[in-house]
């Protein structure tokens, strides 16, 4: 249908298209919005061919929006990394402040928070490789990825300890539990991993999310000096 001027209107859809973004945003959308484009970029791209370019393209602003706020790639990936490690550690405290008394429901709700939906979705899979993929050449990469190790492993350890304490398992090693299940968790990780990954993103198909395997594998050579058996 025509309007009075002999032009076609624009559909719903491509209104929106067509519709300038805001020329401005608070710092705190604009810098989410941009992270949101990096995961999207890094995901079907790698870290290798992700851009300023493309992830202006992806967020649908300039380059020049980019650099405002983070300057360059390397910080606009550093600062990413952070976001995901920082929304998974939240997602951990929230899950044990939501369970707190009971480490049996604290236990259940930390390996169900490894795959909800929020987590576990293909984008910030793909991303989580690609970081892991780079962290043994990158210091700060590394960094990031342990100190988020570091904060579930301690939270997971302590809800172990806690139930051989409640469930009288005294010859039971809540480090070596809690290393277990962060193996059998970051197992899972891997083969939910998306199975078409970018090019230069197949190193981290490979790699160990959390460095609990190996220490799982050290632990376990030695065995326990008091009976197995439950008390």
């Not at 706020?69 to 929230?94: I, Q």
């Not at 051989?164 to 899972?188: F, I, K, N, R």
Request: hydrophobic share 35%; glycine share 6%; net charge positive.
């Amino acid at each position: 249908m025509f309007d009075n001027s002999g032009v076609a209107p624009l559909t719903s859809k491509a209104a929106q298209r067509a519709a300038p973004r805001r020329r401005t945003a608070p710092p705190a959308e604009r810098r989410k919005q941009l992270i949101d484009a990096t995961i999207r970029s890094v995901a079907n791209r790698g870290l290798a061919d992700t851009t300023i370019a493309t992830v202006a393209r992806e967020a649908g602003l300039s380059q020049g929006i980019i650099n405002l706020h983070f300057k360059t790639k390397e910080r606009l990936l550093t600062e990413t990394l952070r976001y995901l490690a920082d929304e998974y550690r939240n997602a951990c405290h929230e899950a044990a402040a939501r369970t707190e008394g009971s480490p049996e429901a604290g236990l259940t709700a930390m390996v169900e928070l490894d795959f909800q939906r929020g987590i576990c979705e293909r984008n910030k899979l793909a991303v989580w490789f690609a970081f892991w993929g780079e962290r043994r050449f990158r210091p700060t990469y590394r960094r990031i990825c342990s100190e988020r190790d570091r904060s579930y492993d301690d939270m997971v350890r302590v809800l172990c300890t806690q139930l051989c304490e409640h469930g009288g398992y005294p010859e039971v090693d809540p480090a070596l539990v809690a290393d277990g299940l962060s193996a059998l968790t970051d197992g899972l990780w891997v083969s939910a991993r998306p199975t078409s990954l970018p090019p230069n993103s197949t190193s981290a198909t490979t790699s160990r999310p959390r460095s609990s395997h190996r220490r799982f594998r050290l632990r376990s050579n030695h065995q326990p000096a008091t009976p197995s058996s439950r008390r």
